[in-house]
Each structure stands twice: as C-alpha cells, then as structure tokens.
C-alpha cells in the first residue's frame, strides 16, 4: 500500500486506486502522482473496504473485473456507506450486465476504458473532484444557510417576545398617561366650575348668564356633532366669558353696553381680553382663552379686540358670541330694555351676514326655535311642539296664549291626554295653530 502524500500539512484529496494487477496500479500510480493527490492503493474490493474503515477516501478507482468482489459490488457497498466518495470504474470488457450492476447499485460517476489516456484520466479524476467539492460546499452552505434559519427564527421569536413586552409596558405607560391626562382635565373642569361659582357670586341673579350659554353651546356641540376637544373648549369658554368682569365695579356691571360712556365702553371692551389673559398660563385652556377673546368680534369686522373678519374669527369664538348675545339681550345687558326670547332670536336672525356668520346665525337660530335648551329646568329639556307632538306628562314652561291674547295654560301646567284633546278640538274650531314650550318627563330627558 503506497501512501504518496505522507507528511504533506495540507490536507489533499485521498484517491483510493484498486486493482488487483499490480503493474495497473503501478500505472496508475504514476499517471497521478504529480496531480497532488493523496494515493492509497488496494488489491482487491475487500481490502478497499477495510482501508476506507479507517482512512477517509474522496474518490476510489476500481477496475471492473477483480476476484471475489467485483467493481459494482465494491461500489455497491460504498454507495451504502460512504455515498459521498467519487467513483470511477476502469473496464476492459463490454458486459452489459455489469455495467448496469454497476450504475444502479454503485451510481458510478463515469467509465474508463483500458487502456486509458493518460490525461483524459487526469481530466476525469479532476472533475469528479472538483464536482464533488462543489456539491460539499453547496451542502455546506445549505446547513449553514438553515442553521442561520433556525438562528433568526429563534431570534425573532426573541424579537417578537421583547416587542410584545415592550408594547405592554408601552400600553400601561400609555394608559397611566391617559388617566393622568382624564385627571388633570377633570381638575381644569373642576377649577372652571369653582371659578364659574366665584363670577356668579360677583354678579347680581338676573346678570348670571353661564349657566344658559353652557346649555345652549352644549345642545349645539351635540346637535351638529362638534368634535369633543372643541366642545370641551366651547363649555370651558361658557363657563368662564365673563371672567374679565370681576374687577368692575357694581355700577358698570348693571349698566346695559349700548348706554355706557365713552370711558366706560373702553373698561367693558377690554374684558375679553382681560379673561383671556387670566386663563393663558393654563396649559388646557388656551383654546379656550382664544375663544373667549374673540367673542365680541363681528363677521363685518366691527368687533373687537382685534377687528377680525368673517372666517378670521375663530368658530368657537363666533359660536360664543351669539349665544351670549341671545341669553344677554333677554336679561337687558346689551339694550337698555329687555329683549322678549322670540324678539331676541328675530334680532339675531335680522344681523346675520353683519354681526354673525349668517350660516352659523340661521343653525343656532333653528336649534333655539326647535329644542330651546336656554329655557331647560332643572337640567330637563324643553322642546318647542306643535298639539299633534305632546304626550301626557308634559310640563309647560311658557305660559300659552289664543291670538286674541286671552290665557289658555299657564307656565308649570302638567299635560294630561284629556288636556291635549281639548287643545286640539280648540284650534279647530278657532281654525288656528298653536306650538307650545314643554318639558319632557324625567323618563324621556336627554
């Protein structure tokens, strides 16, 4: 046996050369063994077989014919043992029976015939070499390709795992914000309620108008679907308009705008300013501090403090302006006489497109005419309803009266279904129409 790379550091493809002529593998031997290889040799299948046991063989060539074992038999076992060695059989004989032996059971990689070109021999071995470290480094790559998988697959999963975590502790530092964030606004409301209190101890009763302008901006907020930051700055504004009024003296504050002095006219304008000055170091209320600002702005640019004009002035403020204007002209703050509530809401229709934006004027108007949230009870609605529209229960909030003037139902009378039959039999027989100020029963309050 001929060991022709021994003491060679590089490791070297190992060619197992069987045959069991010795001057074949003699032969063989020198074709090869300038082509750096590793040569081992064997005389017969069983002595291979005992060799590749111990010594780690790349590629065996085998002569075809040999006794005892033949070469498809040896290959046959190393294609069950060792199915990554190249092999290549060497044939002088053309028998068909071996040769399909020897491609079915030993998956030859390709035939030789003897005699053999020397370099056509050197060729093939190259190649069958070179193709089987190609399909190694390819099952090399392959394993660490799915090794690499596995990695990211566990690594993901680890990734998924510490998202789903974080995004928890994201969660409840979101939540723990939002409650805090619910909390401080519920104080900013709490503070604006205490603040309302305090004004409305200041002012006289019939001058304390913040509860009617919060129902009136409320009912609007719902009625048209005013988004929620806004309708908490509207009921914030609401409650605080008037805020600038508390360092006037009691003179000022119960004389009607339209007969003030020249000197005191200037006192009165400047107390939207002065609220909103009074509210801007609160974080959550500078909205609410513009529109309160800005209320006494006009559509035609007539108002103050500012001159804004049309859609310059902003919509809360213009919203607040007219429901301030409407509850105030009926208390005899803006005219020196006071205003009948369908009187105020003629007035207010007549300056829409001058004083109001006439779009939001005729919506405001509409909802007053329709729902009348300025004239609720006792936080209960009160609705403007034609006889054929009431129900038993019912509690008139405005005395009612026939077009000749006379007293048919005062104001707190309860509605009973004999009670609406007469009503309507009434207007019959007047031929005549009649719509009446009712609030709901507590079951059906909004």
């Not at 429901?323 to 229709?349: N, T, Y």
Request: glycine letters at 6%.
């Amino acid at each position: 046996m001929i060991d022709a790379s021994k003491g060679m550091d590089v490791p070297l493809p190992s060619v197992l050369l069987v045959d069991d002529e010795p001057n074949i593998l003699g032969a063989l031997n020198r074709t090869l063994r300038r082509e750096g290889y590793r040569l081992l040799t064997a005389s017969d299948g069983n002595q291979a077989l005992a060799l590749m046991q111990n010594e780690p063989i790349d590629l065996v060539v085998s002569d075809e014919r040999m006794p005892g074992m033949d070469g498809a038999e040896l290959f046959g076992h190393i294609q069950q043992h060792w199915p990554d060695c190249r092999r290549l059989m060497l044939t002088g004989h053309a028998d068909l029976s071996s040769t399909i032996r020897a491609i079915n059971e030993g998956h030859v990689y390709r035939y030789i015939a003897k005699p053999w070109n020397d370099d056509e021999l050197r060729l093939t071995i190259r190649q069958a070499l070179d193709h089987q470290q190609a399909e190694r480094e390819r099952r090399r790559l392959e394993a660490l390709t799915q090794e690499q998988n596995r990695e990211l697959t566990s690594l993901n999963a680890y990734l998924e795992e510490r998202v789903r975590a974080r995004t928890g502790e994201l969660q409840q530092l979101a939540d723990m914000l939002e409650l805090a964030q619910s909390e401080l606004k519920h104080s900013y409301v709490t503070a604006t309620q205490v603040f309302s209190t305090l004004i409305n101890q200041r002012l006289p009763s019939q001058l304390q108008t913040n509860t009617q302008v919060r129902d009136l901006i409320k009912a609007f907020a719902q009625t048209h679907q005013c988004d929620d930051e806004l309708t908490h700055s509207l009921l914030m504004a609401a409650s605080l308009y008037n805020l600038g009024k508390m360092t006037w003296s009691d003179r000022l504050l119960a004389t009607p705008s339209d007969a003030l002095t020249n000197v005191d006219r200037e006192t009165y304008r400047c107390y939207p300013v002065t609220g909103e000055g009074l509210l801007m170091s609160l974080d959550h209320l500078e909205e609410t501090a513009r529109i309160i600002r800005h209320h006494h702005e006009r559509w035609n640019g007539s108002g103050y403090p500012d001159r804004l004009k049309g859609e310059q002035i902003p919509y809360g403020a213009r919203l607040l302006g007219l429901a301030v204007d409407f509850i105030e002209l009926q208390r005899g703050m803006v005219l020196q006489r006071r205003l009948p509530r369908d009187d105020a809401l003629k007035l207010l229709r007549k300056l829409g497109g001058r004083i109001y934006d006439p779009e939001l004027c005729e919506a405001f108007v509409t909802l007053c005419i329709e729902q009348a949230p300025d004239l609720g009870v006792d936080g209960k609605v009160v609705k403007s309803l034609d006889t054929r529209h009431l129900e038993p229960g019912m509690v008139l909030v405005r005395d009612l009266h026939s077009e000749s003037g006379m007293l048919l139902l005062h104001e707190g009378k309860q509605l009973t279904r004999d009670l609406i039959e007469r009503l309507i039999r009434f207007e019959e027989t007047e031929d005549t129409h009649y719509v009446l100020w009712v609030k709901l029963p507590d079951d059906d309050a909004e």
